[in-house]
């Protein structure tokens, strides 16, 4: 299976210039592990005598707080943030009569894709 890039955000400042947010502020990040292919063996009596979990899966999301200009990043942009790499699956943003954009990134990675 193959992941597919529409193109890169680069969030935090980490790269600066065009499609950099170099004023934004992450107010949360949380992510779940789990494992995406499971299975279990049972016996001939029907008791389980295996357990067995591969594919280890990151999801979560990410909400980040920008005080300035920005470019919103499409789903399968990949990001970076805590060491980990990670695709954007949805986007949801929030305005405020203030100064501020609010956006919140769902964000996941797979053991298996390597992001680029």
Do not use: C
Not at 80 to 95: C, L, M, P, Q, S
Not at 98 to 113: A, P, R
């Amino acid at each position: 299976m193959s992941v597919t890039t529409l193109g890169t955000a680069h969030l935090w400042g980490i790269q600066a210039g065009i499609g950099a947010v170099t004023s934004a502020v992450v107010q949360s990040y949380s992510v779940d592990k789990t494992t995406q292919n499971e299975g279990t063996t049972i016996n001939e009596v029907g008791n389980q005598i295996e357990d067995r979990g591969d594919d280890e899966v990151l999801e979560g999301s990410i909400t980040l707080k920008i005080e300035g200009g920005y470019t919103e990043p499409s789903l399968r942009d990949v990001i970076t943030y805590d060491g980990y790499k990670f695709w954007i699956t949805n986007v949801g943003r929030a305005e405020s009569n203030s100064d501020h954009v609010v956006l919140t990134l769902g964000i996941k990675s797979t053991e298996y894709i390597t992001l680029p």
